[in-house]
């Protein structure tokens, strides 16, 4: 029904920037809150941005003033700028979005597959 495709993720030195863009497609009504979770080796996975709709954000407290989030709903693509990178910022990087799915109507919680960002000291 809905794919979210990520991409952007790569091998980078400490106090480099990336951009993440995730991409939504399938049978979209509309798109309400976008957020990105990390998950790095052996922790949990944890919140790092979100969006809603009206693009009000909010960041976790370890990425404030460092990373961006933001939203082109015409192309249902949320991005995650990231800059002053450091390696505890290591991890696999996930898009999730509730979605308004049509055919049937109906509301679900979408998954990436997630990208790996790497940052090296």
């Known amino acids: 029904q809905v794919q979210l495709v990520e991409s952007g993720g790569g091998l980078v030195q400490a106090g480099g920037s990336l951009r993440l863009s995730c991409a939504a497609s399938?049978?979209?009504?509309?798109?309400?809150?976008m957020r990105w979770y990390r998950q790095a080796p052996g922790k949990q996975r944890e919140l790092v941005a979100a969006i809603t709709s009206g693009d009000s954000t909010n960041y976790a407290d370890s990425v404030k003033g460092r990373f961006t989030i933001s939203r082109d709903n015409a192309k249902n693509t949320v991005y995650l700028q990231m800059n002053s990178l450091k390696p505890e910022d290591t991890a696999v990087y996930y898009c999730?979005?509730?979605?308004?799915?049509?055919?049937?109507?109906?509301?679900?919680?979408?998954w990436g597959q997630g990208t790996l960002v790497t940052v090296s000291s």
């Open positions: 999730n979005a509730g979605v308004v799915v049509r055919n049937p109507f109906g509301a679900l919680d979408a």
């Open positions: 399938g049978s979209i009504f509309s798109i309400n809150a």
